[in-house]
């Protein structure tokens, strides 16, 4: 995995957003962490080609429930936007509802992560993260 | 009926010469008298008026009435006798079957098709007949000396009347519509052509009368039958106006199986064979019509219930997910104050923390709790043949080495049951019995005996036991009978849950340091319900 990858955290809950940043650096997840809080921000910064933007973020991290609309409908604009399908998108929601892991994974999520109530379970999840980004970029 | 004057009249004046039509058509089939017809179709049209427009057009049947005999005898007098009981018959016929027997719904249930019979087709045609024949006799236009057959003959008539003409008048003045398929109305046609095929060689009198020929009449039933089951009373109804006319018209040519020497003796075959065919075709189609709006609102109600189940499965989920959210909140950031000035922080406000997350942690138990309970709402659906002593084992295996010895006594038998439930009651059984076990020897004890028509499981622990007001309570939702700990209240209405759910009782025996005894009830295979009818349709 490079270490300069920038990932994409999509949330609207700042203490979800700071579980997941706590647990990378636990984890010792170096790469950039960009967060954040609705899926038009998401839709801009993905969009938004100049220079001070970056890098495009190699991973997105997504959240289901957004303050503007569900993240599947985000998940499915990221899949017919022929510059953003490639990105890997892993789902990240405290939803366990069958019928939404079987809605992600058909709109091309790459990984579907509930979130957990423990902290240390977080750092879990987020390992289990890595193993899903390595899964994607491996040939 | 309220209606508007006008058409008040006009509808009065149609039925009038409807009336009168169909009475001069009636009394060119008599045969005893010539005011005293075998079949009266006029009673069926009266009764049926009154039933759909309303009582209130019995001037128009009087007047027909009157209009109809003094055309045929010529005395006004005995006419107007005669309109009076046949305007009578169907006022009071009516009044009978709207109180009695569901007005002009009463051929939707097969009750109401017989007491419409009993009130409509038999009782009150005594009236008509009675004043008319009395009539008759006190004008001279009929002996009394024949006032016997002629009573009975006009009985008769209005009876099989009611009975066969009014049915169909009511049936199609409700519900005019044809909407068959091609299908429908292909069987239709050939129902309607096998009929007059039938009809026509049982009664038309052209094969050679001996006596196999009687039995011929008999065909006609499987014929309404076969309409009763696959149509509705309307068409039953048609179908036995169509042989009714056929066997009329046979017996009055003198062909057919009825005709004897007596003339009165062939109009009551006549009489019995149409009485017989009615009532059986039409109280049979009530069956079947009733049966179909039985399946009908069952079918609606599975759904609803299916709906329903949705909808409280998706009010759990989301339930579970926005309380979740919050809590998440509150813990995290317990952790993160911990995380970040532990050090800074004095030793009470550390131990504070630390009771928010343990009460967070007890919190997000409870609501695992509530959404295991839901998810259990289609318990005892899919039985399958278990050893339950094999279902035992796993469960003992899948919780790991114990810190309280385990020990299984008695025959385990073969059940039928829901095997991940099953396993969910030894579960919650075994794992509640550990953590309530005694500090002495620390033992379980799971066992088994047969007991009539069931199996009795028992897990026993060795613990500190029930008082008798917690044991009441014991098996309700987020009842734990001890501190707050690991189970979050809901083990045991679980437990309690699945095994009733499969035709078991479940009860706990318990004396304060004593130790306590949960049982369950299975009942053995044979003297379950069959398994198929467990099964749930669609």
Sequence with gaps: ?139 | MQRRPRARVAAGVALAAVYFAAGKFGLSLALVHASASAIWPPSGIALAACLVLGREVWPAIFAAAFLVNVTTTGNAASSLGIALGNTLEPVAGAWLVERFAAGARAFERPQDVFRFVALAGLASPLLSATLGVTSLCLFGLASWYSFGGVWFTWWLGDAGGAVVVAPVLILWAQDPRIDWDRAHLAEALALLALAIAVGATAFGGWLEPDEAMQALGLLCLPIAIWSGFRFGPRETATLVVVLSALAAWGTHRGAGPFPQSAEPASLLLLQVFLGVIAVSALSLAAVVAERQRTLEALARHAEALARSNAELDEFAHVVSHDLKAPLRGIKSLATWVVEDFASALPAEALDHLAQIRQRARRMSQLIDGVLRYSRIGAVGAAGERLDSRAVLDEVVESLGPLDAALRVEGVFPTIDYDRTQLAQVFQNLIANAIQHRGPTTGEVVVSCRERAGHFEFSVRDDGVGIDEIAQRRIFRMFQAAGPAGETAGVGLAIVKRIVEAHAGEVSVESRPGAGATFRFTIPKPECARPRGSSRRDG
């Excluded at chain 1, 700071?18 to 647990?23: D, I, K, V």
């Design chain 1, 1 to 139: 995995m490079d270490r300069s990858t920038p990932i994409l955290h999509v949330e609207d809950d700042p203490v979800d957003a700071g579980n997941l940043r706590r647990a990378f650096s636990r984890c010792g997840i170096l790469n950039p962490l960009r967060a954040v809080a609705s899926r038009a921000d998401a839709l801009a910064l993905l969009r938004d080609r100049s220079a001070e933007t970056g890098p495009r973020p190699g991973l997105i991290l997504l959240d289901l429930s957004m303050p503007d609309g569900s993240g599947l409908d985000l998940l499915r604009e990221l899949k017919s936007d022929p510059e953003l399908r490639a990105i890997p998108v892993i789902v990240v929601t405290a939803s366990e509802h069958a019928r939404d892991r079987r809605s992600a994974y058909e709109l091309g999520a790459a990984g579907y992560v509930v979130k957990p109530i423990e902290f240390e379970r977080f750092v879990g999840a987020v390992r289990t993260l890595g193993q899903y980004w390595a899964l994607c970029e491996s040939p």
